[in-house]
């Protein structure tokens, strides 16, 4: 297994690659410069072709952001906040204390306080009912 941990071989040339390239390669076709091989099951070591699709980049990581795999609040690795912090930051928002006083007392950028406040952050810590 690779270090991202997807299956790979070694081909008769004594090449390498991902497992699930060389069949979705097999069984379709060859994979078009600038495109990759998709798993539409999540599952990283599969090579069911059935489960195989082409794609950019960008359509990877907007499948991987729909379905929930990508690293969210205090498990991104860049995070100083936390989700206890997010419902203190919003109440102090609407006490009307300023995004920067905020993003000081919290030890972050005015900018991620902003963030906060217009939704675009932390969209997953729901307010309290």
Same mark, same amino acid.
Do not use: C, M, Y
């Given at each position: 297994m690779s270090r991202g941990r997807y299956g790979m071989i070694t081909r008769d040339d004594g090449s390498k690659g991902s497992a699930h390239r060389w069949s979705y390669e097999n069984f379709h076709g060859p994979v078009p410069d600038g495109m990759l091989v998709r798993h539409t099951c999540d599952n990283k070591v599969c090579v069911n072709p059935a489960h195989l699709e082409i794609g950019t980049k960008s359509d990877n990581?907007?499948? +991987?952001?729909? %379905?929930?795999?990508? $690293? %969210?609040?205090?498990?991104?690795?860049?995070?100083?906040?936390?989700?206890?912090?997010? $419902? +203190?930051?919003?109440?102090?928002?609407?006490?009307?204390?300023?995004?920067?006083?905020?993003?000081?007392?919290?030890?972050?950028? %005015?900018?991620?306080?902003?963030?906060? %406040?217009?939704?675009?952050?932390?969209?997953?810590?729901?307010?309290?009912?």
């Open positions: 990581g907007i499948d +991987a952001s729909e %379905r929930g795999q990508l $690293p %969210r609040g205090s498990r991104h690795h860049f995070s100083v906040l936390t989700e206890a912090d997010i $419902p +203190a930051i919003r109440a102090q928002l609407r006490d009307g204390i300023s995004e920067t006083q905020i993003a000081a007392d919290f030890g972050v950028g %005015r900018s991620a306080i902003n963030h906060i %406040r217009r939704g675009k952050s932390w969209t997953h810590i729901k307010e309290a009912s």
